[in-house]
Nanobody
Framework: QVQLIESGGGLVQPGGSLRLSCTTS????????MAWFRQAPGKEREFVAA????????YAANSVRGRFTGSRDNAKNTVYLQMNGLKPEDTAVYFC????????????????????WGQGTQVTVSS
């Protein structure tokens, strides 16, 4: 059983930065496809970014590409989402997700790709 613990959310002003962390237990994170989703009030959960297992680039949604970057620290079983240039529309609960498969790129945005989910961390962008 894989467990995901998220941290790093908070309140930040527009244009600011935050780094979210997601630490895995029960399985080495490098063997997992990891992703971030978010859900704003009154909206459906949406894909933000993903990292395929064993390394590679960040696959990011158009709305965050160039501002958000994913990374891994395999020694700590932790993945990160570095968020720069934050906007009020980035306000949401951010969820970490993990999948044991090796999905094709087009499947990275699909929630069904991921078997395990964190509890979510609130990110609020406001002046």
């Amino acid at each position: 059983q894989v467990q995901l613990i998220e941290s790093g959310g908070g309140l930040v002003q527009p244009g600011g930065s935050l780094r979210l962390s997601c630490t895995t237990s029960g399985r080495t994170s490098s063997t997992l496809t990891m992703a971030w989703f978010r859900q704003a009030p009154g909206k459906e959960r949406e894909f933000v970014a993903a990292l395929r297992r064993y390394g590679g680039p960040t696959y990011a949604a158009n709305s965050v590409r160039g501002r958000f970057t994913g990374s891994r620290d395999n020694a700590k079983n932790t993945v990160y989402l570095q968020m720069n240039g934050l906007k009020p529309e980035d306000t949401a609960v951010y969820f970490c997700a993990a999948g044991t498969g090796n999905p094709i790129v087009s499947s990275l945005t699909n929630e069904a790709t991921y078997e395990y989910w964190g509890q979510g961390t609130q990110v609020t962008v406001s002046s």
